[in-house]
């Protein structure tokens, strides 16, 4: 979120947030939460919140970008700072003081404890696209040991006010994501998240993720883990997801990019405001959407906000891509209900409604 207030969240219609394990972990420490009573008090939020385990972090950053690799970049100029996995957790160095930690998935429940977030996940190894199917499979039965021991540490002090999510690994591999499903499914998780690598381009991409969901057990709320483009929400909801988390949209608004239905040809889903075409453009980015800044501001001004470096432009471009996502969100839902979800027709749907 970083520019915005939850108060601006709310008003975006968000009514649920994900929060970084990983990061408040090392800074400034989930006992630093824990005293202000956990993240929901802290942060004065008091709808639902979610944490991931933090393993993604250590591997994506640890290995020096395989977050870009499993998103299909490739991108290995970082610092490389993960130590070493050993059966017990992973050893990384910390990129706020540089002391070392060591992760288990004993370490990571006790922290989401900590924060206090109504629904947690397992610690699992995240292997890149790269990986050769044996890598895969080794590290997708860790994995699994790890969900073990995740969740005999989440029941020892389990008080019913959070739930707990399997994830599901296996890479590409159709073998090895059923097996995954199957193991995932016969534990007593509340809910499961579809993890690990996802293939190298957008397509594979889709395929995977059709063909994971599968094996998840049905009658389970299923989550996709770090996506967020439009295309993929819709193939996501096509094949049975029902939660998403990305940065993309925050992330993006940031960089001046605005989320904006595509046109027929056009499969890019954001207009960049950095743009020079855009600095005499008197509209607003979507004359549809309601947020406060459609409702109030030009999109020349938004683009002078960027070229004078204002804070305020990440901010006005937070708000309204929220509430794009927000907007999308509802839309799909009430397709859903009305039995006419299709991935394809529904594509521009969102921006001809209010
Ligand atoms: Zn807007």
Not at 52 to 68: E, P
Not at 109 to 124: F, K, N, P, V, Y
Not at 126 to 137: D, L, R, S, V, Y
Not at 301 to 324: C, D, K, P, S, W
């Amino acid at each position: 979120m970083k520019a915005v207030t939850t108060q601006q969240m709310l008003e975006a219609g968000a009514e649920i947030i994900l929060a970084n394990t990983y990061h408040l972990f090392l800074q400034p420490g989930h006992e630093f939460v824990s005293r202000h009573g956990g993240l929901h008090k802290m942060i004065h939020w008091n709808r639902p919140l979610l944490t991931d385990s933090g393993g993604f972090q250590i591997f994506s950053l640890g290995h020096g970008g395989v977050a870009n690799e499993i998103k299909g970049k490739c991108n290995c100029n970082r610092p490389k700072t993960l130590l070493k996995i050993d059966e017990g957790g992973a050893h990384f160095r910390s990129y706020v003081d540089g002391q070392r930690c060591y992760l288990t998935p004993e370490k990571s429940i006790e922290i989401q404890r900590g924060l206090g977030a109504d629904l947690i996940l397992t610690l699992d190894e995240c292997t890149p696209f790269h990986a050769k199917k044996q890598h895969t499979e080794y590290s997708m039965e860790r994995s699994h040991r790890w969900e073990l021991r995740s969740f005999q540490e989440f029941e020892r002090h389990s008080d019913g006010r959070q739930a707990l999510y399997g994830i599901v690994q296996g890479g590409v591999y159709e073998d090895l994501r059923e097996r995954s499903g199957h193991f995932v499914a016969e534990q007593e998780f509340f809910g499961q998240a579809i993890g690990g690598s996802l293939g190298e381009t957008k397509e594979q991409m889709h395929d995977v993720v059709s063909m994971t969901c599968q094996y998840v057990c049905k009658t389970r709320p299923t989550h996709l883990l770090g996506i967020g483009g439009i295309s993929d929400i819709l193939n996501g909801v096509k094949n049975g997801i029902d939660t998403f988390d990305c940065v993309h949209p925050t992330r993006l608004a940031r960089h001046g990019g605005a989320l904006a239905h595509p046109d027929e040809n056009d499969r890019k889903e954001y207009i960049n405001l950095k743009n020079a075409q855009f600095s005499e453009d008197m509209r607003p980015i979507d004359e549809n959407c309601s947020c406060y800044c459609c409702q109030n501001f030009s999109r020349a001004y938004i683009h002078y906000l960027f070229r004078a470096r204002e804070m305020l432009g990440g901010q006005l471009l937070t708000i309204h891509n929220v509430t794009f996502m927000m907007r999308l969100a509802r839309e799909i839902r009430s397709m859903i209900r009305n039995g006419n979800f299709s991935e394809k027709t529904h594509f521009r749907l969102p921006s001809q409604s209010k």
